[in-house]
């Protein structure tokens, strides 16, 4: 994997983190914290919408698109994690 690659990976991942927050009220981790949740959303959305037969088209778009997915996802199970 290259630099490049990795870049991407972090741009894609704090769009999604931002993209999410901004959808699930009462979430922000900064910048850092939304390249995690970004992350592991498209790693969510990776696993879970090819499961339900769910495709977005291709490109760096469907990137961010299925890792906001993932990723608000993620942040809804730590909502209701967080409230138990």
Do not use: E, K, T, Y
Request: glycine fraction near 20%; proline fraction near 1%.
């Amino acid at each position: 994997m290259g630099i490049d690659s990795i870049i991407v990976w972090l741009l894609v991942g704090a769009i999604a983190g931002w993209l999410a927050g901004l959808i699930v009220r009462g979430f922000g981790f900064g910048l850092i914290g939304n390249i995690v949740i970004g992350i592991i959303g498209a790693v969510v959305a990776g696993w879970l919408l090819p499961q339900l037969g769910v495709n977005l088209g291709s490109g760096i778009g469907r990137a961010i698109i299925n890792s906001a997915i993932g990723a608000v996802i993620v942040l809804v199970i730590l909502s209701l994690v967080r409230r138990a």
